[in-house]
């Protein structure tokens, strides 16, 4: 699954077209790279994501394409919050 499709559907960014301008803007990282907004994400990727506010780090756990709003973040487990 693509990673701008990733943040949407677990419900870390709103919007696709949000997460897609965070990765073009280099604030999004995949164990450790800069990637794209069509980088393929995989079970059990680190991912960091820079806001103004700090850095949130998070693992993947699941990916698909549909979840309901309460199951959204059975998706990702956080390692990391905002510094």
């Given at each position: 699954?693509?990673?701008?499709?990733?943040?949407?559907v677990s419900?870390?960014?709103?919007?696709r077209t949000v997460a897609g301008e965070a990765c073009k803007a280099g604030k999004v990282?995949?164990?450790?790279?800069e990637v794209k907004p069509a980088y393929n994400?995989?079970?059990g990727?680190?991912?960091?994501?820079?806001?103004?506010?700090?850095?949130?780090?998070?693992?993947?756990?699941?990916l698909r394409e549909t979840v309901k709003k309460e199951e959204?973040?059975?998706l990702y487990e956080i390692i990391g919050g905002a510094q």
């Amino acid at each position: 699954m693509r990673i701008d499709k990733f943040l949407k559907v677990s419900r870390i960014l709103k919007r696709r077209t949000v997460a897609g301008e965070a990765c073009k803007a280099g604030k999004v990282s995949v164990n450790g790279k800069e990637v794209k907004p069509a980088y393929n994400l995989k079970v059990g990727d680190v991912v960091e994501l820079g806001f103004a506010a700090g850095t949130l780090r998070f693992r993947v756990l699941a990916l698909r394409e549909t979840v309901k709003k309460e199951e959204a973040s059975s998706l990702y487990e956080i390692i990391g919050g905002a510094q």
